[in-house]
T-cell receptor
Framework: EAQVTQNPRYLITVTGKKLTVTCSQNMNHEYMSWYRQDPGLGLRQIYYSMNVEVTDKGDVPEGYKVSRKEKRNFPLILESPSPNQTSLYFC??????????????FGPGTRLTVL | AQSVTQLGSHVSVSEGALVLLRCNYSSSVPPYLFWYVQYPNQGLQLLLKYTSAATLVKGINGFEAEFKKSETSFHLTKPSAHMSDAAEYFCAVTGSSNTGKLIFGQGTTLQVKP
């Protein structure tokens, strides 16, 4: 089944404790992206990757890191999480990022709480 | 810069009634527009998309949307609401920076009353 998977689905952590949220897709998509969803704000892009070893900042990159060593994986790293990073996170992938009409496929989401 | 505005954060309809979710956009280039649906505790699923081929776009689950350039609108409709339509709906436009980024509206929660 074609899908985007994320792990963990739920995470409660404390301020300053490094964490990684994994994202993997099995559709051989070049483009991958991370969004965060907050009430009343919709989804906002954190980072994106056009292909392996190519990543760039989205609208809200502060406090996050990403890497793209393999085509299928795009982990999101929070080196020192803070309470304002409490949010619902979505990973997405798309066949080609530069063609604007391509559908993005979303993972099930990771609900992160930082105490 | 592109932006999307969804009018009404909550919409409530009775089962069998017309569903109308409003979306207005601003774009300096011809836009690609999308409607996504998010069911509770799930990711986003594409309902339909406008890619300039036809102004009336039909999607899954009986939804459709009409692109109106003069009104910069892309409202989502369904003739008869079903209880299973209760979800959050997001309108989105592709950003102009050629990064593949989707710019989302704030979302509209649809409640369907029996």
């Amino acid at each position: 089944e074609a899908q985007v998977t994320q792990n963990p689905r739920y995470l409660i952590t404390v301020t300053g404790k490094k964490l990684t949220v994994t994202c993997s897709q099995n559709m051989n998509h070049e483009y991958m992206s991370w969004y965060r969803q907050d009430p009343g704000l919709g989804l906002r892009q954190i980072y994106y990757s056009m292909n392996v070893e190519v990543t760039d900042k989205g609208d809200v990159p502060e406090g996050y890191k990403v890497s793209r060593k393999e085509k299928r994986n795009f982990p999101l790293i929070l080196e020192s999480p803070s309470p304002n990073q409490t949010s619902l996170y979505f990973c997405a992938s798309s066949p080609v990022g530069t063609s604007g009409n391509n559908e993005q496929f979303f993972g099930p989401g990771t609900r992160l709480t930082v105490l | 810069a592109q932006s999307v505005t969804q009018l009404g954060s909550h919409v409530s309809v009775s089962e069998g009634a017309l569903v109308l979710l409003r979306c207005n956009y601003s774009s300096s280039v011809p836009p690609y527009l999308f409607w996504y649906v998010q069911y509770p505790n799930q990711g986003l699923q594409l309902l339909l998309k406008y890619t300039s081929a036809a102004t009336l776009v039909k999607g899954i689950n009986g939804f459709e949307a009409e692109f109106k350039k003069s009104e910069t609108s892309f409202h989502l409709t369904k003739p008869s609401a079903h209880m299973s339509d209760a979800a959050e709906y997001f309108c989105a436009v592709t950003g102009s920076s050629n990064t593949g980024k989707l710019i989302f509206g704030q979302g509209t929660t649809l409640q369907v009353k029996p």
